[in-house]
């Protein structure tokens, strides 16, 4: 089976730019998760899809951040304008069903962002 | 609210030698429990999970943990590591759509 995939792998931008990150989960899984991960911290959770719905975007700074999850599978995290402080690694993760049943979660390997 | 706490930022051991992760959580009811490791570069991939029963729960790449209830406790545990186990490893705690991460703890593994 195909993991999940993320695209870029890289991305350095000035502050004040926008951003584009893309993900691709695994085919079936109806939950889409973006995680912000920064350096020396655990994944914070920013958004959460069941298939083309939102579930919970409490911790989205919803200023500068959006995401959307166009017919239920590829999804899209945009920051705009960035700041430094967004500098981290994004996270996207997918499930079958909710994060802590059985099959739990299955993580891409990220977007490292750097704004300078 | 729920939250972990992991002590240990840093834990440095030799290969062959025997490890111990922390993770101790504070959460309303008994939650699942769970164990990550991330290698540089990569995502998370879930090493072990708790969900109720037997309180010792054997992962893969050798590693156990152990729920103490009484201690709010799921520490991680390898008998003999290996090189490739350096990673960061993550404790995560939750039930439902409620899930929080721990902050981590890098092991680096000594030749």
């Known amino acids: 089976e195909a993991g999940v995939a993320q695209s870029p792998r890289y991305k350095i931008i000035e502050k004040r730019q926008s951003v584009a990150f893309w993900c691709n989960p695994i085919?079936?899984?109806?939950?889409l998760y973006w995680y912000q991960q920064i350096l020396g911290q655990g994944p914070k959770l920013l958004i959460q899809f069941q298939n083309n719905g939102v579930v919970d975007d409490s911790q989205l700074p919803k200023d500068r951040f959006s995401a959307e999850r166009l017919k239920g599978v590829d999804s899209t995290l945009k920051i705009q304008p960035a700041k430094l402080e967004d500098s981290a690694v994004y996270l996207c993760a997918s499930s079958l069903g909710p994060p802590t049943g059985m099959g739990g979660y299955t993580f891409g390997s990220g977007t490292r962002l750097t704004v300078v | 609210a729920q939250s972990v706490t992991q002590p240990d930022i840093h834990i440095t051991v030799s290969e062959g030698a025997s490890l111990e992760l922390r993770c101790n959580y504070s959460?309303?009811?008994?939650?699942?429990l769970f164990w990550y490791v991330q290698s540089p570069g990569q995502g998370l991939q879930l090493l072990l999970k708790?969900?109720?029963?037997?309180?010792l729960v054997q992962g893969i790449k050798g590693f156990e943990a152990e729920f103490k209830r009484s201690q709010s406790s799921f520490n991680l545990r390898k008998p003999s590591v290996h090189w490739s186990d350096a990673a960061e490893y993550f404790c995560?705690?939750?039930?439902?759509?409620?899930?929080?991460f721990g902050p981590g703890t890098r092991l680096s593994v000594l030749p």
């Open positions: 995560a705690v939750g039930r439902g759509q409620n899930f929080v």
């Open positions: 959460y309303g009811a008994t939650p699942y």
């Open positions: 708790y969900f109720s029963g037997d309180t």
């Open positions: 085919s079936g899984h109806a939950t």
